[in-house]
């Protein structure tokens, strides 16, 4: 089975998080800061992984540290759980309409880290959640597993809805990519990725 569980204790957060990626979906997320919570509940249901993430941070100082290291935590997590990446199909695309908004997420994971983000998310809040963090999560997250990963707004003028579509194009494309193709074999001309 390919899992992980993984523990970050800094003087800014307190983490822990486990991942199984031939899950169903389930999740148990309390981060501290909510609409981040909702988003990773989608990311987990959209992507059929099992996740769990339970952060104590500082969130009376800000969000920033808790959304950065739950993404750093969870590119761990995901680096973890696919091991030398043996069958992996390493590709993996969604085109994803969220009402009015149009989310492509694109990923390779190739063991190199490169994040392309081109959302343009109107407000600087959804609540009280700066929006801001959004890339800062994802860069977290594609430094801990080195990958490949384009992130564009085709369309869409609503926060929620550009943020909500992302993370759920992002679990769906990482699922197409992690899926296993039953070949045993490292994806690469190069024999190692």
Known sequence: MRTSEIQRNTAETKISLSLNLDGTGKSNINTGVGFLDHMLTLFAAHGKF?????????????????????GICLGQAF??????KRGITRYGSFLLPMDEALILSAVDISGR???????????EKIGTFDTELVEEFFLGFVRNCPMSLHLRQLAGTNSHHIVEGAFKSVGRALKAAVVLDGSNEIPSTKGVL
Do not use: F, N
């Open 113 to 123: 880290s490169c994040l392309c983000y081109g959302l343009d998310i109107p407000t």
């Open 50 to 70: 099992d996740l769990t993430v339970i952060c104590d941070g500082d969130t009376h100082v800000d969000d920033h540290h808790s959304v950065e290291d739950i």
């Open 79 to 84: 680096q973890q759980a696919l091991g030398d």
